[in-house]
């Protein structure tokens, strides 16, 4: 299976402040079939990013994914209070689906 | 609007069996698949499978480990996961998806296994 690998564990910014979450996988994720999700306590994961760079709908445009083979990166360019979230990478090229163990971003 | 609606929180003993559903609106069922992801208490989601309700083709992980069965009936647009025999190691929260991308979750069921 294709084991995706995010760093930093945890990652501590304020309020303002650029978040740059990274991915990496063992190998090459098929057709860039990566996607970004965020969840909150006691809530469900929601859908960020697509496709390594397609921003889901409703999603604001401070979010934005990028890379290709097995490098990806999630950046927030400006952290709003409710941005602060764990956030998972995930890829969908190849069975079984993976996904990362998770950043923890706090302030 | 799609939605997916999930069956509410169980609590069953080891050895017993569960079947637990989600109840999908909003969009015509048997295009997408729908898949069921596993967290267990503070940790990180597992994909445990995916089901095509079009044609039933389902796909499993063997990394993920547990007696379950995903399946789904086209004609109430649910799809369903169940255990035989739950064993206490089955106790988390459990989320249906929709599409390999996850464009879409349940609001997840949560399952404990406790004698």
């Known amino acids: 299976e294709n084991v995706l690998t995010q760093s930093p564990a945890t990652l501590s910014l304020s309020p303002g402040e650029r978040a740059t979450l990274s991915c990496g996988a063992s190998q090459s994720v098929s057709t860039n079939y990566l996607a970004w999700y965020q969840q909150k306590p006691g809530l469900a994961p929601r859908l960020l990013i697509y496709d390594a760079s397609k921003r889901a709908t409703g999603i604001p445009d401070r979010f934005s994914g990028s890379g290709s083979g097995t490098d990806f990166t999630l950046i927030i360019s400006r952290l709003e209070p409710e941005d602060f979230a764990v956030y998972y990478c995930q890829q969908y090229g190849s069975s079984p689906v993976t996904f990362g163990q998770g950043t923890k971003l706090e302030s | 609007e799609v939605q997916l609606v999930q069956s509410g929180a169980e609590v069953r003993k080891p050895g017993e069996s569960l079947k637990i559903s989600c109840k999908t609106s909003g969009y015509i069922f048997t295009n997408y698949w729908i898949a069921w992801v596993r967290q267990m208490p503070g940790k990180g989601l597992e994909w445990m499978g995916i089901?095509?309700?079009?044609?039933?083709?389902?796909r499993y992980n063997p990394s993920v480990q547990g007696l379950f069965t995903i399946s789904a009936d086209r004609s109430i647009a649910t799809a369903y996961l169940q255990w035989s025999s739950l064993r206490a190691s089955d106790s988390a929260m459990y989320y249906c998806?929709?599409?390999?991308?996850?464009?879409?979750w349940g609001q997840g069921t949560r399952v404990t296994v406790s004698s």
């Open positions: 089901i095509n309700p079009y044609d039933y083709d389902t």
């Open positions: 998806v929709r599409q390999w991308s996850g464009d879409y």
